[in-house]
T-cell receptor, first 113, second 115 residues
Framework: NAGVTQTPKFRVLKTGQSMTLLCAQD?????MYWYRQDPGMGLRLIHY???????AKGEVPDGYNVSRLKKQNFLLGLESAAPSQTSVYFC????????????FGPGTRLTVT | KQEVTQIPAALSVPEGENLVLNCSFT??????LQWFRQDPGKGLTSLLL?????REQTSGRLNASLDKSSGRSTLYIAASQPGDSATYLC??????????????FGQGTILTVHP
């Protein structure tokens, strides 16, 4: 039981490049989330999903897109990376039956130059 | 909009001390409150989850209390050890059918326990 995994662990992009971050969970959780963590700002919600085929905006969605084609996977896309998107990205999942207790992945450290 | 504040921002204590970390939130209509631990360069590990109807939860040397009406929670760590050194994060899930477990985080308390 791997829990929540994220790919890749590190990435450096040039401004304007695109990339996709992959999150996978093997706990059969309905809800999945993408957060970013920045010094002095804490963790902030980017997008979330309440089930396969559904996505919704969080607090800081601009510049990101997401997809949840399979229940176990939640993808975060950056279409045209900007230096302001340099951050550590965390994926999490939860289940209402467990009172929404969230389980986090190890994070992806992204640098945009 | 819910806001979560943690005090102090950093804390350094000698090994063996009992300590208290504080968390406050502005909207008392919460579903639950979670305390997390984050080691440098790592993800978040859930320590304790308190439902809005509960007053406290305990796990080993950790005890978390919740006073929903005043918008406060404390994390008590007994007999601190160097291995407790980490950042401790408090986060709340708002009540309501559309919260879907979304978390609002505080900025964390950086704890250092020195031998």
């Amino acid at each position: 039981n791997a829990g929540v995994t994220q790919t890749p662990k590190f990435r450096v992009l040039k401004t304007g490049q695109s990339m996709t971050l992959l999150c996978a969970q093997d706990m059969n959780h309905e809800y999945m989330y993408w957060y970013r963590q920045d010094p002095g700002m804490g963790l902030r919600l980017i997008h979330y999903s309440v089930g396969e085929g559904t996505t919704a905006k969080g607090e800081v969605p601009d510049g990101y897109n997401v997809s949840r084609l399979k229940k176990q996977n939640f993808l975060l896309g950056l279409e045209s990376a900007a230096p302001s998107q340099t951050s550590v990205y965390f994926c999490a999942s939860s289940y209402l039956g467990q009172l929404y207790e969230q389980y986090f992945g190890p994070g992806t450290r992204l640098t945009v130059t | 909009k819910q806001e979560v504040t943690q005090i102090p921002a950093a804390l350094s204590v000698p090994e063996g001390e009992n300590l208290v970390l504080n968390c406050s939130f502005t909207d008392s209509a919460i579903y639950n409150l979670q305390w997390f631990r984050q080691d440098p360069g790592k993800g978040l590990t859930s320590l304790l989850l308190i439902q809005s109807s509960q007053r406290e939860q305990t796990s080993g040397r950790l005890n978390a209390s919740l006073d929903k009406s005043s918008g406060r929670s404390t994390l008590y760590i007994a007999a601190s050890q160097p291995g407790d050194s980490a950042t401790y994060l408090c986060a709340v899930t708002d009540a309501g059918g559309t919260s879907y477990g979304k978390l609002t985080f505080g900025q964390g308390t950086i704890l250092t326990v020195h031998p």
